[in-house]
């Protein structure tokens, strides 16, 4: 294997495409807050978050705000209410591009793939279906989303090795977690929130989200066999047949057939890292303390991870730490993106625009049928999230407004709870906003717009099936509250 064959790169291409959509909506946001009036809930904090006041809302003046802010907003998130976050997911990427630079120059990645397609090459669809599984689960059940990002390298060479290309690595990993933390059956991090502000039993409604879960599991893998037989019967129907041939290099499938002997330290070393860290990420999901800490927890395992794989092989520290600066240098673009996605939604607050949004829409929905206020209300969340990508963030400001509203035109609060639950999550994998989209793209070197043309199908698909869940929910008094 080649030192360079799974260092991490962004591609370029990629990395120009989504920086011009971004600087779009950057500008796009920077025009709204000089057209839409500024206005302003008042806050209280409970739990320490702040809450929105609902019958609270003035109009106020004006920000000064001028247009070279707009452009300046990247910077400015570095030391706004936004810094630390930032700060992380920027060390999570250089730490992740780093570990993958030294797993792929030791050959541990290949030792993994090889040690699961050896057991499963001629059952790949049934891997494929348990795999996909597994992945909603974590979402599903955890609300883990971002922490995944880490595991796209390995599940794109996976797919490598099954004869699939870089688009089947990341609906195995990063959309299958996140259609799961979309279907939420007991995600803590929306349907857990929301429903604490709601005044909802937690995680109640139970039954109905499994079925919708269930429906949305079945989609999602017959969308992608369906595509994994189409690339099988013809490799240039693949959407990234061209950047995959240089890519797959990195697995070596004769090797895996083969299954020639390797040190084995170094990937029972990197098992026994993911194994601790995922024990910890399922304990964080009963305790809210050490949720919080998820990224930095997951930072600090792919480093040990990285410096003990890398000594164990045989390198010297130097060597080790010299790979890992290589593959630092391939995502740091990666960066530059995420300032720009998070300045996004900064633009619109510093415009003071925000809540003006969220109060008209609340009057809108508050004079509209029950129907007709589920879908203003799944289409609310569905925008918002286009500028706060938080799904906890989003649901202390908008929740307070959208239980008592429910409640005003008849539908009940757990349909409140089901539309924000469904308007914030599948339109993660489609916003460019969305910083661990960003992430998985640029490691991948996929553009933006392949990954549009390559996905929209499916999340059209899946609008139909949200809507039609919503309205079914309104229909059956989805309660019992």
Not at 289 to 294: I, M, R
Not at 372 to 399: D, P, W, Y
Request: hydrophobic share 55%; net charge positive.
């Amino acid at each position: 294997m080649n030192d360079d064959s799974m260092v991490l790169k962004i591609g370029k291409r990629a990395f120009l495409i989504s920086f011009l959509i971004i600087l779009f909506l950057m500008i796009f946001s920077g025009i709204m807050t000089k057209i839409i009036p500024s206005g302003e809930f008042s806050r209280v904090v409970v739990d320490g978050r702040e809450i929105i006041e609902t019958d609270s809302f003035k109009s106020v003046e004006s920000p000064d705000y001028p247009v070279w802010r707009w452009f300046t907003a990247p910077v400015e998130i570095l030391w706004s209410g936004e810094s630390l976050m930032v700060i992380i997911i920027s060390i999570f990427i250089i730490v992740v591009g780093g570990a993958f630079s030294v797993l792929g120059q030791t050959g541990v990645i290949k030792q993994l793939i090889n040690a699961v397609i050896s057991k499963f090459r001629k059952s790949r669809f049934l891997l494929l279906s348990i795999v996909v599984l597994l992945f909603m689960l974590f979402g599903a059940l955890m609300g883990i989303f971002e922490e995944v990002v880490a595991l796209v390298p390995i599940m794109i060479a996976f797919s490598f090795s099954l004869g699939w290309d870089t688009f089947m690595g990341l609906g195995m990993s990063i959309v299958a977690t996140g259609f799961g933390f979309s279907a939420a059956i007991a995600n803590p991090f929306t349907m857990g929130v929301a429903q604490k502000i709601a005044g909802l039993p937690l995680f109640s409604g139970v039954f109905f989200r499994i079925v919708f879960f269930i429906a949305t599991y079945i989609v999602l893998l017959l969308f992608l066999r369906s595509y994994a037989r189409k690339i099988e019967m013809n490799p240039e129907f693949s959407y990234s047949y061209i950047q995959d041939k240089e890519k797959k290099n990195a697995v070596n499938t004769d090797d895996i057939r083969n299954g020639h002997a390797e040190n084995k330290k170094p990937i029972v070393f990197f098992i026994c890292c993911l194994s601790i860290m995922f024990i910890y990420i399922i304990l964080s999901s009963f305790f809210s303390v050490l949720s919080d800490l998820n990224l930095p927890v997951v930072i600090v395992f792919f480093l040990i991870a990285s410096i003990g794989v890398g000594l164990l092989s045989g390198n010297s520290f130097s060597k080790t730490l010299k790979v890992f600066v290589k593959g630092i240098t391939g995502v740091a673009p990666g960066i530059i993106l995420i300032l720009m996605a998070t300045s996004v939604k900064h633009i619109i607050y510093n415009g003071k625009i925000m809540d003006t949004i969220l109060y008209h829409t609340a009057n809108a929905i508050s004079s509209t049928s029950p129907y007709a206020a589920a879908m203003l209300s799944f289409a609310l969340v569905l925008f918002l999230n286009l500028f706060i990508g938080s799904a906890s963030a989003k649901a202390f400001l908008i929740m307070p407004i959208l239980s008592p509203l429910s409640e005003m035109v008849g539908i009940t609060r757990q349909s409140a709870v089901l539309a924000f639950c469904l308007g914030d999550g599948f339109s993660n994998l489609i916003y460019p906003t969305n910083a661990v989209l960003l992430i998985a793209l640029g490691i991948s070197a996929i553009s933006y717009t392949k990954w549009f043309k390559w996905i929209f199908k499916l999340q059209l698909i899946m609008l139909v099936f949200s809507i039609s869940a919503l309205l079914l929910s309104v229909y059956l008094n989805f309660g019992p509250f």
